[in-house]
């Protein structure tokens, strides 16, 4: 089976700063596109940021020039550093990955647990 664990979330003023981590485990051959979504208090949950296998990003216009989204493959981890970091970008932040287990012909797409972001003087 996979995992993905989060960390790093917590509580931060407006134009500071958070970096997100997610670790995938498990019986992995490949990792696709790993992301972050991010669901709000009553609203849906949204793709922030992705990121390919060979680094193509992409980002909603909300976060561009303030997020960024990295991976370093060997170690099956996904990185989002936040900076300046705004009250709306308060949200529960999923990982996301789309992971090719070994013995199996066609990925699947898993979910981290979430970590709190919360933005607040």
């Known amino acids: 089976q996979v995992q993905l664990v989060e960390s790093g979330g917590g509580l931060v003023q407006p134009g500071g700063s958070l970096r997100l981590s997610c670790a995938a485990s498990?019986?992995?051959?490949?990792?696709?596109?790993m992301g972050w979504y991010r669901q709000a208090p009553g609203k849906q949950r949204e793709l922030v940021a992705s990121i390919t296998r060979v680094g193509t990003t992409n980002y909603i216009d909300s976060v561009k020039g303030r997020f960024t989204i990295s991976r370093d493959n060997a170690k099956n981890t996904v990185y989002l550093q936040m900076n300046s970091l705004k009250p709306e970008d308060t949200a529960v932040y999923y990982c996301?990955?789309?992971?090719?287990?070994?013995?199996?012909?066609?990925?699947?797409?898993?979910w981290g647990q979430g970590t709190q972001v919360t933005v607040s003087s």
């Open positions: 996301n990955a789309d992971v090719l287990a070994y013995g199996r012909i066609f990925s699947n797409n898993y």
């Open positions: 498990g019986r992995i051959s490949s990792i696709n596109v």
